[in-house]
């Protein structure tokens, strides 16, 4: 098991990394699954030193209910975001810049939840608080903030807590 663990420091990223590959390489053969192979081999194992304590994911179920939702997200985003654009004269739109209090603490969840804004069209994650407690978003065209932030909060950083923490 100790020697499974040094040739796969991180197996899932393992797996993640050749499966990119594979889509990256665009036509499917056996040397490009062995090339992707290597290289979920050789880069988890080249930057295992600088995840001294890789967080560990709680709840799997919830891993692939999240990724879901934030697919639907941004799917649902980019309609809306075309309706403004499209639609929508720039003198009815009304940009806001929304303060999101954060429960979550580890980094790697905080990371996460940014990331997931930004992905979302409409929306940036622009600045984090020193102490990490707020997050600081910019939304295309919001009449109510507070709606934004409560979304933000149920839709993404419940589901992150019951992931990471």
């Given amino acids: 098991m100790k020697l499974l663990r ?4 991180h197996p899932h990223l393992t797996i993640l990394l050749t499966l990119v590959w594979l889509l990256l390489a665009n036509a499917p053969s056996l040397n490009s699954l062995v090339f992707g192979l290597i290289l979920g081999i050789i880069i988890p194992f080249v930057t ?12 799997w179920p919830m891993v692939v209910e999240y990724m879901l939702v934030v697919l639907w997200d941004i799917v649902v985003a980019n309609v809306t975001v075309a309706k403004i654009i499209l639609f929508k004269r720039d003198a009815d739109r009304q940009p806001n ?3 999101i209090p954060l429960e979550l603490r580890t980094p790697e969840a905080i990371t996460v939840l940014a990331g997931t804004i930004t992905m ?5 994650s622009c600045d984090l608080s020193a102490q990490g407690h707020n997050l600081l978003v910019h939304c295309l065209d919001t009449s109510d903030p ?3 932030r409560d979304q933000i ?9 019951e992931i990471f923490e």
Wanted: glycine residues 2%.
């Fill in 120 to 124: 979302t069209p409409g929306t940036v």
């Fill in 153 to 161: 909060k149920q839709r993404y950083e419940r589901r992150l807590k």
């Fill in 6 to 9: 040094r040739i796969f420091p």
């Fill in 97 to 99: 810049w929304v303060c």
């Fill in 48 to 59: 295992q030193p600088y995840w001294p304590d890789r967080p560990k994911l709680r709840n």
């Fill in 146 to 148: 507070d709606a934004v």
